[in-house]
């Protein structure tokens, strides 16, 4: 790879455009101040709400514009109360909806992901949230963050 005017740029991901899951090519939209950035390139599985670390460089897409043509994608997980709550709403764990997303990180608020992951009992004291479901979160988070980490390794 060519490091010449590689530039880096970080993150939440606002949306997820386009995934071609064969290949893994993904057309992300991060928020830039009052704009959106387009980001291009192949990436891990990646939602709403990832905070992503994006090596790579601007091209002009005849169609589409200005983009930024991603070389390396690394992804953390969301920190601030916002983003978790747009990567709970993405669906990103199955039986999480904007709702429950919502209530979730109303109680937890920034440790919602930690107290989701790690303490699934705490999870299950909220109303409508049997053990069984907490624990099913809980697997789903550690299952998720396992192939980013296995992911990120192969890359």
Do not use: W
Request: contains cysteine.
């Amino acid at each position: 790879m060519n490091n010449d005017n590689l530039l880096q740029l970080e993150g939440a991901i606002e949306s997820v455009v386009f995934r071609n899951d064969e290949n893994g090519y993904t057309v992300i939209e991060i928020a830039d101040g009052d704009d959106y950035l387009t980001a291009v390139g192949i990436m891990p599985q990646v939602s709403s709400g990832d905070v992503v670390k994006l090596t790579g460089k601007y091209t002009n897409h005849p169609s589409y514009g200005r983009q930024f043509a991603v070389q390396i994608c690394e992804i953390s997980r969301p920190t601030e109360a916002a983003d978790i709550l747009r990567y709970l709403s993405s669906g990103a764990i199955k039986g999480i909806g904007t709702q429950t997303a919502q209530r979730l990180v109303k109680e937890f608020g920034e440790a919602t992901l930690d107290v989701l992951e790690n303490q699934p009992e705490r999870v299950a004291l909220l109303k409508g949230i049997s053990p069984q479901k907490a624990e099913d979160f809980s697997q789903q988070l550690k299952q998720n963050t396992g192939v980013r980490t296995l992911m990120l390794f192969l890359g």
